[in-house]
């Protein structure tokens, strides 16, 4: 059965009063250890029911890595895999060399490191297990605004690796890279940073407050449009999906912009993200509100206007980093988002709103989507003994 729109809708009078309190991330699972001296040797826990990276508050540094399965992979050799990566993130995330580790000084600051595995479309076809996946689970459909480059599209495996120091997360991805390449080949590898101080929201590479509206972990809302509770697939309670969309910006267009053609654009000025309808960042938008003239202060071509929810279900969560490549030859820049989203159902709940701002968006006149992925995330390891993606194969 599919999710219905009835229970997307379920909590909606508990989702109008999270808006104003801010996403405040709380940090439930993360250890302090001596942290009045190195932040460096915090953990958060590998084990439980649902993956950490996506109720975590995100760390400053995370890669991306899409892997395909080498052609003729069958279902032993991905448990084997999956038994390799549910090994290598228990150790490397609580400050332990893997086995084998060939750099075991590095594995010392985990530095809040989160390992979190997902599953593309295609794997499902090698390990013969098509009545398993997830309706959702296909590629996007393509939007007029998508200028695609096969490269940083698709993938059968995804590792989301994120640490508060950019070399933490480099160990990992080596390692957990390096001890499966007998089964996998690197499709895609995206790294991006944050750079928001704790409790605050961060700001991209436009200078926009990004992040604001959210969907806070640790709250009904959270469990209700993020995680999976099993009813359609027992196999996928405490999952949920990602989708992965790289957005490239066009910063030296975006230069042409005053502060107040950023502000209109957005729909929040950029000096501290309020909406245009109010005075602080968390003000909920009143998109109703107009001047003295009669105009709307929040125009309804702005982004925030096209993003907003038409109705409770039409909200995931964001989890998003920025990037800043080296630029191709004649060009100055290479910066964008590395837009990644969260939620139940891709078609339900993301969709609706990839396709209004397709349709229309000021901000589309400065950003395009270069790259797309889509991926369920299994449920977490309970404890010792298990391996990540058991719940699909058992
Ligand atoms: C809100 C930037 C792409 C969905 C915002 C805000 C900014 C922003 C600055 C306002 C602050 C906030 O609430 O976070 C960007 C940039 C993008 C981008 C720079 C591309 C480079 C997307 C995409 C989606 C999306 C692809 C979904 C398909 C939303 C939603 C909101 C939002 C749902 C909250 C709207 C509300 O107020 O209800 N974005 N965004 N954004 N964005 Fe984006």
């Known amino acids: 059965a599919r999710l219905s729109r009835r229970r997307l809708l379920g909590g ?10 801010g996403i405040g991330w709380g940090a439930a699972a993360v250890t302090h250890r001596d942290h009045d001296r190195d932040p460096g040797l915090d953990t958060v826990a590998f084990y439980g029911a649902k993956q950490a990276g996506i109720a975590t508050e995100p760390p400053l540094h995370a ?7 080498k052609p003729g992979s069958r279902r032993e050799d991905v448990i084997g895999l999956l038994k390799i990566w549910t090994d290598d993130a228990s150790r490397l995330t609580q400050g332990k060399p893997a086995l084998a580790d060939t750099e075991p000084e590095l594995a010392a600051r985990p530095a809040r490191l ?3 595995v997902g599953f593309g479309p295609e794997l499902f076809t090698a390990v013969a297990l098509e009545d398993q996946r997830p309706h959702w689970l296909k590629p996007l459909p393509p939007f007029g605004i998508d200028k695609l480059d ?6 059968d495996l995804l590792l989301q690796i994120c640490a508060e120091e950019a070399t933490t997360v480099s160990h990992a991805v080596r390692v957990l890279s390096k001890h499966v390449k007998s089964l996998v080949t690197v499709r895609w590898v995206q790294r991006g940073f944050r750079n928001a101080a704790r409790g605050q929201t961060m700001r991209n590479l436009m200078g926009s407050v990004d992040g604001t509206v959210n ?3 640790g709250t009904v809302d959270f469990d209700r449009l993020v995680w999976d509770d099993g009813s359609s697939r027992p196999w996928l309670a405490g999952g949920t999906s990602m989708v992965m969309r790289r957005i490239a910006m066009n910063l030296e267009t975006w230069d042409e912009l005053d502060a107040e053609g950023r502000a209109l654009t957005i729909g929040r000025t950029v000096e501290d993200g309020a909406p245009l309808s109010g005075t602080r960042e968390f003000d909920v938008p009143d998109f109703a509100a107009v001047d003295r003239y009669g105009i709307p202060k929040i125009p309804p071509s702005s982004h925030i206007a096209r993003a907003h929810r038409t109705h409770d279900g039409e909200r995931f969560l964001r989890r998003g980093y920025n990037y800043d490549d080296a630029p191709a030859p004649g060009h100055m820049s290479n910066s964008g988002l590395l837009f990644a989203s969260f939620q139940r159902d891709i078609d339900a709940q993301f969709l609706p709103v990839q396709r209004r701002l397709a349709d229309f968006d000021a901000l589309n006149q400065w950003t ?5 992925a889509v991926f369920v995330i299994p449920p977490g390891v309970p404890g010792p003994g298990g391996y990540l993606g058991q719940q699909l194969f058992e």
């Open 368 to 372: 395009t989507p270069v790259g797309s």
């Open 114 to 116: 989160t390992v979190t």
């Open 63 to 69: 890669a991306f890595v899409a892997f395909d399965l």
């Open 12 to 21: 909606a009078a508990a989702a109008g009063a999270a808006g104003a309190a």
């Open 215 to 217: 969907i806070a972990p």
């Open 150 to 155: 096969a490269a940083w599209c698709g993938g």
